[in-house]
């Protein structure tokens, strides 16, 4: 393939470009080499090739699937040249369309382990996590390979793809997960919705992932793997009346990363596009479409192509802290308190925040973060509800506790998410209670900071023992929201010039002008 080529391509097939190479064919039935006219079990081709810098985002490999093939298996390699500090090398991902096609959110997809894996293989009976077992049907199918990264020297690949003959098999039927748990009414329920398994790249399969949740204290999860739904059946064993299991995605593209939380089992939504496309409004559609949330995640990702682009007119939420606290979720938290300040001006529309933990593997820790959720009930609308509302705040561990009211002086009151309606000048009480907060020395207390649209307005310690209330007083002319966010003390002594890391934070209670 030449740079020229691959450049041309690109530019015509628009802002994510695509390339397509020339098919590979098998003999079928009665292959070169069977003996006495009987089918050979299986047959295998392997193709060879060099994409250089500048190539497209998504490199297509057309197999023609002839009748009579039991299972597809497919392999990889490419090669990772040495490349100077400071610049990307090589890495590609893979996965597969079927004969339905490879169109932007079409019928055709079987699969997708980005970078995770170097093999996998599809049957009716069964598939390698990651890809949708069914039958493998005749006509076109197209392996994908996606130059995550290309290194100067560009990249060298060789995909191998095998055939296998034989009867086809029955496909099991889906076993999805329950939307709806016992729990306990109306209640506040921990949730983590951003955790991978096998079924992406992940080391967790999902039964340890659900015990993880478990151990934690968590009343519910989502599945979120990576550009796929393969995992949602595989929860279905999983859940119970103590752990709801809600089915998602995480579309990881070329400008950000976003989770769908709660959508409907088995629905899958695409990822090839870019922020310069107008694909992405239309696929929050669909998200919502399927009865989920659109989520931006970790808007400030330190990988490639994990920085949000896309803006956040079409998020529902945004998750705000993602694992372990760090200067990139400081960020994240800023601009999400902009967008705070910034919905003040227009029609009371704002985007609650929430937390989850990433986790992929030991030792990240399923529930750290974990966002409490105000619901009518340990179910799936009740949840998506009260995410979708702000009624909830975030947490470092179940072990951490919080309430967090305002009060206005004739007995008004609202708590976190809500509006509280009172005249301008009258005097607010907002009180936050914590507990469960320890700092690692047991010497010095978190801090409380209360926030509003001008910034932090107050601040105190709590006892070493994490346990304290806070009383603030304020009006809604000084004010329009207030938020609380529990610190751990610094470790550096302050030579960051930031805060401790976050062990709390609230969404906002609006307080609203009669």
Not at 333 to 362: C, F, K, Q, V, Y
Not at 430 to 457: I, K, P, Y
Request: proline share 7%; net charge negative.
């Amino acid at each position: 393939m030449e740079r020229r080529e691959v450049l041309k391509f690109t530019a015509l097939a628009g802002a994510t470009g695509v390339f397509t190479l020339a098919p590979v064919s098998f003999a079928g039935a009665e292959p070169a080499g069977a003996q006495d006219g009987a089918p050979a079990a299986e047959e295998t081709r392997t193709v060879t090739g060099h994409l250089p810098t500048g190539v497209a985002d998504f490199v297509y490999l057309p197999v023609n699937v002839p009748h009579g093939v039991r299972e597809i298996a497919v392999s990889y390699t490419y090669d990772r040249p040495a490349v100077p500090v400071g610049t990307v090398g090589n890495a590609c991902d893979i996965g597969i369309f079927d004969q339905h096609g490879t169109a932007l959110g079409g019928k055709g997809f079987r699969g997708w382990s980005g970078g995770a894996r170097t093999a996998f293989a599809i049957s009716a009976e069964q598939a390698t996590p990651g890809y949708l077992a069914g039958p493998v049907s005749p006509g076109t199918w197209n392996v994908v390979l996606g130059p995550y990264t290309v290194a100067p020297q560009g990249l060298d690949y060789s995909v191998t793809i095998t055939l296998r003959y034989g009867p086809r098999g029955a496909t099991p039927a889906p076993t999805y997960p329950p939307q709806h748990a016992k729990g306990r009414g109306r209640a506040w329920y921990r949730g983590d919705c951003h955790l991978h398994t096998v079924h992406s790249d992940g080391q967790r399969t999902p039964a340890e992932v659900a015990a993880a949740a478990r151990a934690a204290g968590l009343d519910f999860i989502n599945t979120s793997e990576h550009n796929t739904t393969s995992a949602h059946s595989a929860y279905g064993p999983l859940a119970g009346d103590d752990l709801l299991v809600l089915t998602g995605e995480e579309i990881t593209t070329r400008n950000g990363h976003y989770l769908a939380i709660g959508t409907d089992p088995g629905v899958w939504f695409d990822w090839r596009y870019r922020a310069r496309d107008d694909a992405y409004p239309r696929f929050a559609r669909r998200i919502r479409g399927a009865g989920g949330l659109v989520v931006p995640a970790h808007p400030y990702g330190i990988f490639p192509a994990s920085q949000w682009k896309f803006g956040y007119d079409q998020a529902d939420v945004i998750e705000v802290w993602n694992g372990p606290w760090g200067p990139d979720d400081e960020l994240s938290l800023n601009t999400w308190d902009n967008l705070l300040t910034a919905s003040t001006r227009g029609d009371g529309h704002w985007i609650p925040a929430m937390g989850n933990s990433d986790a992929h593997r030991e030792p990240n820790v399923v529930g750290l973060p974990q966002t409490v959720v105000l619901a009518d009930g340990l179910d799936r609308d009740a949840l998506l509800a009260g995410i979708r509302a702000g009624r909830s705040w975030l947490a470092e561990s179940s072990g951490v506790q919080l309430a967090f009211t305002a009060t206005g002086p004739r007995g008004e009151h609202a708590g976190i998410g809500e509006r509280l309606v009172v005249g301008a000048e009258d005097v607010v009480t907002v009180r936050l209670e914590v507990s469960g907060v320890r700092d690692a020395g047991g010497v010095f207390g978190a801090q409380v900071r209360l926030m509003t649209d001008e910034g932090q307005m107050f601040a105190t310690q709590l006892a070493p023992s994490g346990v304290g209330s806070v009383e603030w007083r304020t009006t809604a002319s000084l004010a329009a929201y207030v938020r609380a966010e529990v610190r751990h003390p610094v470790t550096d002594g302050g030579a960051s010039g930031l805060p401790g890391a976050v062990a709390a934070l609230t969404n906002p209670i609006w307080l609203d002008v009669r």
